[in-house]
């Protein structure tokens, strides 16, 4: 069904010096998220090689959607959005368990 396969990719691309573990742990730690999410941290210079060659990479850039771009103001409005997306998904699921399925794959897909 929609509601058990529903996940979400992250990408987020932060100068840093940590090694691409450490960068995982960080945002895993930060964000606690409660659904299935890949959480991939790169830095620039990493990025922009991907870029070029990277089918994943250019598949998020042209379908994805960017939720934080470089002002620091903005880093409570991008975590702000990922938390409702994480409500609306427990909700979906919720709606489900209750065979409301039509409630259920809306909220899914908001939550995307």
Known sequence: MCINQATFD???????????????EEFYNYLNPH??????????EEFEEMKKNNPFIMSALNQGRIIYERKEEK???????????????????????GERFNVACFLAQQSA
């Open 35 to 44: 659904v299935a999410v890949d959480i991939l941290v790169y830095t620039p």
């Open 75 to 97: 880093k409570e409005i991008a975590k702000r959005w990922f938390l409702q997306a994480l409500r609306d998904l427990d909700d979906a699921k919720f709606n489900f368990s």
């Open 10 to 24: 992250l990408i987020i691309v932060k100068k840093t010096e940590k090694k691409f573990l450490e960068r995982l």
